[in-house]
Structure formats: structure tokens, C-alpha cells
């Protein structure tokens, strides 16, 4: 059974920084491409970061600088760790493993907010 379970979203005011885990299992974790995407309330669903197989790593321009994706394919999770956080990147933060099939976590809330 395939589970992909995100953690460590919450509450943080402006500037802040948070990590985000997304713990992986039932499938080969080290063959997929990881990526991290958000939706904000009104909004579509948005890629903010990439990592390859093979560790090659994209980021949406809005986050390019601030924010960093990481994977331990030892432990079969993906990192998510977020600096010098906006109001703006308030959103439920989604894991999403890629290959030739897609799978998705249930969605870990990020609120940024004084």
C-alpha cells in the first residue's frame, strides 16, 4: 500500500522558517521523482519544488532562494525547508512521488501570519 505522510506544517509568523517531511513507503522511493506542491484558498494547485531521482533539483521562481528541496533515500522521505516565509506561501503543501504513475499525501496546512 502506497503512503506518502507529510509533517511539520503549522503556524509561523513572517520570516520564519519551517521544515516539511514527507515520509514515503510502498513503492521504490529511490526510482521516483519527488515534488512538493501547494494550493492556496481560490487557487489552483502549484508546483514549488522538484527533485530528481537522481537529486536534480527545480523550484518555482517565487520561492527560488528561499526555499530548499532534499531527499534521504535511506530513510525514503523528502524534505521541504522553508526560510524567510511570506504571507503569500499560505497554502496546504502536498507531497507528490512521480514516475509513471503519480501518488499524493493527504496535505500538511502551512499558515504564515503575525
Known amino acids: 500500500q502506497v503512503q506518502l505522510v507529510e509533517s511539520g506544517g503549522g503556524l509561523v509568523q513572517p520570516g520564519g522558517s519551517l521544515r516539511l517531511s514527507c515520509a514515503a513507503s510502498?513503492?521504490?522511493?529511490?526510482?521516483?521523482?519527488m515534488n512538493w506542491y501547494r494550493q492556496a484558498p481560490g487557487k489552483e494547485r502549484e508546483l514549488v519544488a522538484a527533485?530528481?531521482?537522481?537529486?536534480?533539483?527545480n523550484y518555482a521562481d517565487s520561492v527560488k532562494g528561499r526555499f530548499t528541496i532534499s531527499r534521504d533515500n535511506g530513510k525514503n522521505t523528502v524534505y521541504l525547508q522553508m526560510n524567510s516565509l511570506k504571507p503569500e506561501d499560505t497554502a496546504v503543501y502536498y507531497c507528490?512521488?512521480?514516475?509513471?504513475?503519480?501518488?499524493w499525501g493527504q496535505g500538511t496546512q502551512v499558515t504564515v501570519s503575525s
Open positions: 507528490n512521488a512521480r514516475r509513471l504513475l503519480d501518488f
Open positions: 510502498g513503492f521504490t522511493f529511490s526510482l521516483y521523482a
Open positions: 527533485i530528481s531521482s537522481g537529486g536534480s533539483t
